[in-house]
């Protein structure tokens, strides 16, 4: 009887497996580098609650980004707000060019409202989070999700 039981187990954990690992998996990353300038526009354009920050010298610095916000409207308009403070609000400007990291992909270059120039490489989405780059070494990846 023990061994029917055990049995059982093995089948229901074996099949639960084969069944998870056919699922779409929310935590591989699907690559905006290679995406046509309409496919980057499609994905970025809305309004972005930027959860956390992850970068800087070392590489892994987390930083909570509370009360701040991204949106990009249609016709390429911009507007940061960072801690409750807005901090760009400019024309952005998508560059197909090679990055600081040494692979090819659009860049969203824009100034702040200070007109220090920022570069962001439109790289990647995971699950539901679109994450833009700084394009620069040692800077930072903002991790954001989509308002509705």
Known sequence: M?????????QTLFFAAC??????????????RDKSLSEIKK??????KIHYRYGGITGNFKTPMTNSFFRVIQNDSIYLTLNNSLFAADMATFLR???SFGYSAYTM???SIGGTPYSWIVDYKLGDSLILNDNFPNGHAYIMTKLP
């Open 2 to 10: 023990k061994i029917l039981a055990l049995i059982l187990i093995c």
């Open 19 to 32: 069944k998870k690992a056919n699922s779409p998996n929310n935590t591989q990353p699907i690559f905006l």
């Open 43 to 48: 994905e970025v354009v809305g309004n972005w």
């Open 97 to 99: 060019e090679n990055t």
């Open 109 to 111: 270059n824009f100034s």
